[in-house]
């Protein structure tokens, strides 16, 4: 389910004149509004967790993402890089977050569950042996994440195959090139409030959820080049 709102675009980028010298300042990222109420997803996720986790710990990505972006353009202008691994590690920690929660949102949907159809389904197959073979997997993925994380199945596009993948924080344990198509959040914001330290309960609650139309979109357009965006066109 996307939301229609351009102006709150994920990857929306606000309009900001050049500088006097013509050096373009850096964008901000958005945060996007989600495609359905806090609620609508109850009472797999409640109202509250869905608020916290998208005004709070999203919105809390995007901040100091941009923040990063603004003092890695000082960090240009003064040639003073002595900041500067700690600066692209805030950047991939929050960018990522970013891309991540993204997704997340609208790989859910209130009319979600069942299973996938087509192209997808047959990959899953052959990929993955079986779809109850992948759900197994995936939620171990996610059960046994240490600290925070997600469970994600991802496009392998070199190998051309599906992979279920484990990501530390946001962005660490990646498959470099791989395009996520699928991914569950399994810090404990995402659910504690609701489900405690039974994790693996939200993990089997989130396949009421899942919205086979955008992630057999993702995967439709993962076959094509440079589509690893969370958008997917209609
Ligand atoms: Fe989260």
């Not at 993402?65 to 929050?94: G, I, K, P, V, Y």
């Not at 596009?157 to 959040?185: E, F, T």
């Amino acid at each position: 389910m996307l939301g229609t709102n351009t102006a709150t675009h994920w990857a929306g980028r606000a309009p900001l004149p050049t500088t006097p010298t013509g050096a373009r300042p850096s964008q901000p990222y958005l945060l996007p509004e989600l495609g359905y109420d806090y609620g609508a997803l109850e009472p797999h996720i409640s109202g509250r967790i869905m608020e916290l986790h998208h005004r709070r710990h999203h919105a809390g990505h995007v901040k100091s993402l941009n923040l990063a972006l603004t003092q890695l353009d000082a960090a240009r202008a003064n040639r003073s890089f002595l900041r500067l691994a700690a600066l692209e590690r805030t950047l991939a920690f929050n960018l990522s977050g970013h891309v991540m929660h993204s997704l997340f949102w609208r790989n859910l949907s209130p009319q979600g569950g069942g299973m996938p159809g087509g192209a997808l389904a047959a990959a899953i197959d052959r990929d993955l042996g079986s779809f109850g073979a992948f759900q197994r997997q995936f939620n171990a993925t996610g059960a046994s994440v240490t600290g925070s994380g997600w469970a994600a199945l991802v496009w392998e596009p070199l190998g051309r195959r599906l992979l279920v993948i484990q990501i530390y924080d946001h962005q660490s344990n990646l498959v470099q090139g791989s395009v996520p198509l699928m991914v569950a959040d399994a810090w404990e914001h995402a659910y504690y409030l609701q489900y405690h330290d039974r994790r693996a309960d939200f993990f089997a609650a989130l396949w009421r959820l899942w919205d086979w139309t955008d992630i057999c979109a993702r995967f439709e357009a993962a076959q094509r080049p440079r589509s690893i965006s969370p958008e997917v066109e209609d």
